[in-house]
């Protein structure tokens, strides 16, 4: 049974300077839920550039914080962090990102001491998320810039000499800056969910793992160009079991909407606008916060003093809307929130780094809900090969029920054969740790999973640890990038091992397009790069994948993938440029000057007529023609082809329509004569004159005959004079113009003629 979430009012515990970034997670190994938070600077040397950890006690209090350094400067921002696992030993461990400078690793100890193991050079450090995108059961590092095209992936492994690998994946980031780790396609490893950069308008980018460190073609789903997105936000929005994605986007004319691309039963996302609200969000977070199996949905505006909680998504709107009051602040880090029990109560909790104010703690106090289960996967363990090990995940408890299920797997380290039972226990026969070799432990990390009466699951996890030893390490030259008929080196001569010697060496290709590899040595290979051409006139890669094998002296085993990206050659992009609408006989310029090439420059030109016009083509890209004659009041459309070549010989061709028509002269209605007194003033006017396909623009009166005048005005609509002291007629012609340069002129009479009044 579910009620309505409420929250306690919030509770302020002070950092001391800025608030960045936060999250939950057990950062000491004791089962409860801590909180992590990064600060900046706020001339307060004792909290500047701080990591801070936020413990719970036994009694369910956050402790006093223990705080590690941060290396940062007033430019060099902790805005970004994250927890998971980064090295296979079933502790959790955290990564901060300094914008676009680097990622700092600060491993978690058995102890539940941090210490900073190593400092990732990286301009794709702006925003970060960690999860297992490789599906080697280790969590990873993305990462993307605010101004570095590309998003990277450090693959961590579990190897203390080769602890990673960096894939970069070409993409132009949104403004924005989102990023969301989720599994899209239920396939147990989590894959990639970003805004890029598309012909200057923003789309969602999904990147589908292939559970082996590589990825399925990018898709890509275009969002309206009147709307910019703020912050996105994965998670199941209308409980079907399949992951959509949630966007607090700005409209046109300012104003704010919420934006949600539901998965199909396809996998292909469908776009859905559904609301419009008064502030724009920029923190999102889809959450269970009252244990109904069905999300909630946090948002926390950019600016503002509530948190807001809706229990359900419609077509048009969010419904069921409750707020709560937070301080008053900016919030447009969206990694600023987070979930999770605070105070071990059972019932989730939120976190809000609030950059003024500091860590905000909204304490859950829902009425009425089913309390989750307390799984308890049993103390930790040390054992040695051929030991058989007990599992035990009997102390677990519900409070509100009782528990009816026990799952146990095996989430990382050397993969054993698990015996799961269905009372809590499980058993497995200890294998020799891969690190035996210097004698270093090896971590095996097991996962207990309780669900109780009301099917609400809870997790625990076990950490046996076994001696352990490392592999060779297979080392080359992971990433370059080559143009077309490159001869390519790829070289493993650096690879090395510790206590032995490597006897193999085995390179092969695992992606991209086919080519051969030319063995040059023992370690090394080459092969000559394609030459490949891009679909667009636009500049883009083809990624080769090589792996690298080598084998120890031992039977040991390390691989390395290298990428190779390939620079596409792109085909120039013909403009064709001319007027739309032309005259009869007029000479008309075609202009293909616009044409470009990305990566090299047009070397020649040629305009072809498909209307049968004579073309004259002049070697800088223009060519003219002569404007055919045609009947009044009719129109011809004339087709023209550019083609333009590049210097590596690709061609490229488009087309344009250019509209003849025949300029009409303009019309002057004919003028009665008019009768005038001598002497008296008169007014010759042609404002009578029109233009059937234009406008008039000039206009030029002129004396044909009788007694001469002076004309005043002459060359306006209206002239003027004074007419004879004689009686006589005056005839008069104006010519009028139209703004195509056609003429037309016609005569108007004025007679002088003595009205004698009678007496």
């Known amino acids: 049974m579910s009620e309505e979430v409420q929250f306690q009012p919030a509770e302020i515990y002070s950092t001391g300077s800025r608030a960045e970034a936060v999250a939950v997670a057990d950062l000491n190994n004791d089962g409860r839920d801590d909180v992590v938070v990064s600060t900046s600077s706020n001339f307060d040397p004792e909290n500047d550039f701080k990591l801070k950890i936020f413990l719970q006690d036994e009694y369910g209090q956050l402790q006093e914080p223990v705080d590690y350094l941060l290396d940062g400067d007033g430019t060099i921002l ?47 450090s702006s925003k970060i998320a960690v999860a297992d995108v490789t599906g080697d059961g280790i969590d990873d590092i993305v990462g993307i810039g605010s101004e570095e095209v590309g998003l990277a992936i450090y693959a961590m492994k579990d190897d203390p000499i080769n602890n990673r690998l960096s894939y970069i994946y070409l993409m132009e980031p949104d403004d924005s800056i989102s990023l ?24 969602l980018a999904v990147m589908l793992s292939e559970s082996n460190g590589s990825f399925a073609p990018i898709q890509y789903y275009e969002i309206d160009e009147a709307f910019s997105v703020n912050n996105i936000s994965v998670d199941d929005l209308n409980s079907d079991g399949r992951a959509d994605i949630w966007l607090s986007v700005d409209g046109e004319d300012s104003d704010t909407t919420e934006m949600v691309f539901y998965q199909k039963d396809n996998g292909i996302l469908e776009n859905t606008i559904f609301a419009s609200v008064e502030n724009a969000y920029g923190m999102l977070l889809a959450y269970d916060l009252n244990n109904d199996l069905s999300s909630e949905f946090i948002a926390v505006p950019l600016q503002g003093n509530t948190i807001s909680i809706h229990r359900k998504l419609s077509s048009d709107r969010m419904l069921e809307h409750f707020s709560y009051d937070i301080p008053e602040d900016s919030y447009n880090n969206f990694q600023g929130i987070d979930v999770g029990d605070i105070n071990s109560d059972g019932i989730p909790d939120v976190v809000i780094a609030s950059p003024s104010t500091g860590l905000v703690l909204l304490k859950g106090n829902t009425q009425g809900i089913n309390l989750a289960p307390l799984a308890d996967a049993g103390d930790d363990q040390a054992t040695r090969k051929d030991q058989i090990i007990f599992l035990d995940g009997t102390h677990s408890a519900d409070r509100d029920g009782s528990i009816i299920d026990y799952r146990w797997r095996q989430v990382s380290g050397s993969p054993v054969i698990l015996n799961n039972t269905s009372n809590g226990f499980a058993t497995f026969l200890a294998p020799l740790s891969k690190y035996s070799y210097l004698g270093m432990d090896e971590s095996l990390v097991f996962e207990l999973e309780i669900e109780d009466n009301e099917n609400i699951v809870s997790i625990d996890k076990a950490i046996v640890t076994l001696d352990g030893n490392i592999p060779p390490t297979a080392i080359t030259n992971t990433f370059q990038v080559v143009g077309a008929d490159e001869v390519v080196t790829l070289n493993g001569s650096s690879s090395r091992d510790l206590f032995g010697e490597i006897i193999s060496y085995e390179w092969k290709q695992v992606a991209g397009e086919p080519v051969e590899l030319v063995k040059e040595s023992e370690t090394t290979v080459s092969f000559s790069s394609p030459a490949l051409i891009s679909s667009y006139p636009s500049i883009s890669f083809e990624i080769l994948e090589f792996e690298l094998v080598v084998t120890d002296n031992e039977g040991l085993e390390s691989s390395v993938i290298a990428q190779v990206n390939v620079k596409k050659l792109a085909p120039p992009m013909a403009i064709p440029v001319s007027a739309q609408t032309v005259y009869s006989g007029e000479e008309v310029l075609l202009d293909g000057r616009m044409s470009s090439d990305a990566d090299g420059e047009i070397v020649s030109y040629n305009w072809r007529s498909l209307s049968d016009i004579d073309v004259v083509n002049y070697p800088n890209g223009t060519a003219s023609f002569i404007a055919p004659i045609i009947s009044p009041e009719s129109r011809a459309l004339l087709t023209f082809e550019l083609e333009v070549e590049d210097n590596d010989g690709l061609k490229s061709i488009s087309v344009i329509n250019v509209t003849v028509e025949r300029n009409m002269p303009p019309i002057v209605p004919s003028n009665l004569m008019k009768i005038v007194q001598p002497n008296s003033p008169v007014t010759l006017d042609a404002s009578d004159a029109f233009d059937r396909d234009g406008e008039i623009v000039s206009y030029q009166w002129q004396q044909v005959s009788g007694p001469s005048v002076a004309i005043a005005n002459s060359n306006s609509v209206s002239a003027n004079f004074t007419a004879p002291s004689e009686q006589a007629t005056l005839v008069f012609a104006v010519t009028v113009t139209d703004d195509d340069g056609e003429s037309s002129t016609f005569d108007t009479s004025v007679r002088v003629y003595e009205l004698i009044p009678s007496n």
């Open 78 to 124: 902790p805005k970004s962090i994250d927890v998971g696992d980064l090295n296979g030993d079933g502790l959790l461990d955290i990564a901060v990102a300094f914008d676009g400078e680097r990622i700092d690793i600060f491993l978690q100890l058995h102890d539940g001491t941090l210490v900073l193991s190593e400092s990732i050079s990286s301009s794709r």
């Open 180 to 203: 969301a780790l989720k599994d899209m396609n239920r396939d147990g490893v989590e894959d990639v969910i970003t805004v890029v950069k598309q012909s200057e308008r923003s789309a």
